[in-house]
């Protein structure tokens, strides 16, 4: 709680480099377990089976064996696909065009982005934990679980700081008075989430469906 609360005060009202904010939740979790065990301890759900806290999931084929050429064949093809785009872009219409930049950007962002990929977490953890047990060692290093609950608990924070700037922008639309239509969206938006899980897509066509409608009437 403290260390999310601390990431959320340093990147809100200090606007301090999500990158530094990682790097230091990681050194803290690091040392923390060292000299303070009991402040940092290993996170269970780090390396322990059955905490992955997952849903039913699809049955995969079985993955070919990894080899130095299929690597290298995946690299190039993967990399081709994401910058030759971006190289297109850049060479026909300019480095300093809006498309050109919003590649490198959103390139740049993919690198250490964290939040988004909370939402392929709860798959992720169930297929490297309970089918193929590569994470499941993780809890034979107390300092590396440390280090990433440490992580966690400071993505936490960056995220209500996102919840909370995202929030003011859209309840006082440039910085006027309270919009009621979306102060009462999304209080129904929450109720619904909290009621059901699964509903999010529909909520989200719903979502949009009133607000052109309230576009007319308002």
């Not at 009202?13 to 290993?42: D, E, K, T, V, Y």
């Not at 269970?44 to 130095?68: Q, Y």
């Not at 679980?145 to 400071?154: D, M």
């Amino acid at each position: 709680m403290a260390v999310a609360a601390a990431a959320f005060v340093a990147v809100f009202f200090f606007n301090i480099s999500f990158i530094a904010i990682i790097l230091s939740a990681a050194l803290m979790g690091w040392i923390g377990h060292r000299f303070l065990p009991r402040q940092f301890p290993a996170d269970r759900a780090h390396g322990a089976k059955g905490h992955a806290g997952v849903g039913p999931s699809i049955d995969l084929p079985p993955c070919p064996p990894a080899t130095w050429r299929r690597a290298g064949l995946i690299a190039v093809i993967t990399l081709a696909l994401w910058w030759g785009p971006v190289m297109g872009l850049g060479y026909g219409l300019g480095w300093e065009s809006t498309p050109a930049q919003q590649g490198l950007f959103f390139s740049k962002a993919a690198l250490v982005t964290f939040g988004g990929a909370y939402a392929v977490l709860p798959y992720v953890a169930q297929q490297a934990v309970e089918n193929y047990q590569w994470i499941e060692s993780i809890g034979n290093f107390p300092k590396l679980s440390a280090t990433l609950a440490t992580i966690t608990a400071c993505v936490v924070g960056v995220i209500l700081n996102l919840g909370v700037k995202f929030s003011l922008a859209a309840l006082w639309p440039g910085g006027g008075s309270l919009d009621a239509f979306v102060l009462v969206v999304a209080v129904l938006a929450f109720v619904v989430l909290r009621t059901r899980k699964n509903a999010l897509l529909p909520l989200i066509a719903v979502s949009a469906l009133a607000g052109v409608a309230w576009s007319y009437i308002a």
